[in-house]
């Protein structure tokens, strides 16, 4: 299957997503729930631990997120994934030799980030593998990255123009992509069935081109008439 980021425990397949604004990683809850317990139906079990878990009021079933990740019929189904907080206290209440395991499993998850930020470009290697598994070409990957780098310059410098807080961010990159798309980042994000997937991952080729070229005029007209944050 290819979804946002598959990684394997114990050669079983765990489908994950990266929120990149959240810096959180969100786990499929049926897979890990299919792992730890052999459960040939671990949806049902999932459904009868939650009732469990609701009956003896553990906040933890209001922590979990929908989002949409790919099913074994390869379309895209809504499903619940925890981050790893919400998985360990999950765990916790499924009795399991495994799960001693999958923590430690977790944990490297972790310290695969703390090497990103180390060493930034096993970012782009890793996202590189992930579009990769999302059955992207290589032509759509470097355009991908190319878009990146023209986003990230525009980024700094509304940075050195005094543009400091994310809501401001998401104000400006919206007024972007409405000018060439007529349509906002969210109502973008509903026309391909999106949550809190990063749209740019689930562009295709000509809108990756046709917003990088959106982002790099307005850094050159706003680099031209030294436009400063109000």
């Given amino acids: 299957m290819n979804n946002q980021n598959l990684v394997l425990f114990e050669s079983k397949q765990v489908r994950r997503f990266y929120d990149s604004e959240k810096d959180v990683w969100y786990f499929s809850v049926i897979d890990v729930v299919e792992i730890l ?8 079990y999932w459904s009868d631990l939650k009732k469990k878990l609701v009956s003896e009021g553990s906040e933890v079933y209001e922590k979990i997120v929908r989002l949409k990740m790919e099913a074994e019929d390869r379309k895209m189904r809504e499903t619940d994934v925890a981050d790893v907080q919400t998985l360990l206290r999950i765990i916790q209440s499924i009795p399991s030799p495994k799960a001693e395991p999958f923590k430690q499993w977790l944990a490297k998850v972790g ?3 703390m090497q990103e930020i180390a060493d930034p470009a096993q970012i782009l290697d890793r996202a590189r593998e992930n579009w990769q598994k999302l059955g992207r070409s290589e032509k759509w990957i470097q355009q991908r990255m190319t878009g990146q780098e023209t986003r990230n310059k525009l980024t700094d410098y509304w940075k050195e123009s005094g543009v400091e807080k994310s809501d401001e961010f998401a104000l400006l990159t919206n007024i972007i992509h409405q000018e060439w798309t007529g349509l906002t980042v969210k109502k973008h994000k509903d026309l391909k069935g999106l949550k809190s997937q990063n749209l740019r991952d689930h ?5 990756l081109i046709f917003t990088a070229l959106a982002e790099l005029s307005t850094r050159q007209i706003a680099e031209t008439e030294q436009a400063k944050a109000w």
Avoid at 203 to 207: D, F, G, P, Q
């Fill in 37 to 44: 317990t052999g459960s040939s139906i671990p949806k049902r």
């Fill in 203 to 207: 562009m295709s080729e000509a809108e």
């Fill in 111 to 113: 310290y695969e980030r």
